[in-house]
């Protein structure tokens, strides 16, 4: 599975972007695969901004993003969406999608070593 990410960009505060990540590849079944957006500001270490589920769409996000980014999936365009409202200068950041065929729930899907394939990463730069 390949993993095409893009949408980032550069943003005032307050202002939104919406990042896209398209999946390609033989034989895979995307309804299949969990999938999730992940982050690393620099000097920080990589962590864990939203994630689906598989099978129920569970979804579960960053505490200091809740209520401003919504993921979403479309399995019949093997894409999945991070939309970003109230952006502020913390998010700045090199976003990566990520899935996983080892179907990651609610207790795992943060943890990045779940997850096989990856992105090659979108940067979002939010300005005061």
């Known amino acids: 599975v390949q993993l095409q990410a893009s949408g980032g960009g550069l943003v005032q505060a307050g202002g939104s972007l919406t990042l896209s990540c398209v999946a390609s590849?033989?034989?895979?079944?995307?309804?299949?695969?969990?999938v999730a957006w992940f982050r690393r500001a620099p000097g920080k270490e990589r962590e864990f901004v939203a994630g689906?589920?598989?099978?129920?769409?569970?979804?579960e996000y960053l505490d200091s993003v809740k209520g401003r980014f919504t993921a979403s999936r479309d399995n019949a365009k093997n894409t999945l969406y991070l939309q970003m409202n109230d952006l502020q200068p913390d998010d700045t950041a090199t976003y990566y999608c990520?899935?996983?065929?080892?179907?990651?729930?609610?207790?795992?899907?943060?943890?990045?070593?779940?997850?096989?394939?990856w992105g090659q990463g979108t940067l979002v730069t939010v300005s005061s």
């Open positions: 689906i589920t598989w099978r129920s769409g569970i979804k």
């Open positions: 990520a899935a996983s065929t080892t179907r990651p729930g609610r207790s795992t899907m943060r943890n990045w070593t779940a997850y096989g394939f």
């Open positions: 590849g033989r034989n895979f079944d995307y309804s299949g695969l969990g």
